[in-house]
């Protein structure tokens, strides 16, 4: 993600979307998990519940600007 992201220091969804997206599912994940699993669990979870390929998902991991976390998420996510 910041690979792709350093030039424009943006959240990877600003840097592939084409056009603003509302999503119908929020997401998260381990940042240890495998990337094809985690894309085999939401395909999974696609086919499960019969969803058009335009619906969204927010992944957190690609919706937050992992450049500038702290502003995004706050010095500590939990409080």
Request: net charge negative; glycine share 2%.
């Amino acid at each position: 993600i910041l690979k792709a992201t350093e030039e424009r220091q943006c959240a990877f969804v600003e840097f592939v979307a084409r056009s603003a997206q509302v999503p119908r599912w929020f997401v998260s994940h381990w940042w240890g998990e495998p990337v094809i699993d985690f894309i085999m669990c939401l395909a999974q979870h696609s086919c499960d519940r019969r969803l058009d390929k335009s619906v969204a998902y927010w992944v957190c991991a690609y919706a937050n600007n992992q450049w500038n976390a702290a502003a995004e998420l706050g010095s500590n996510p939990l409080s």
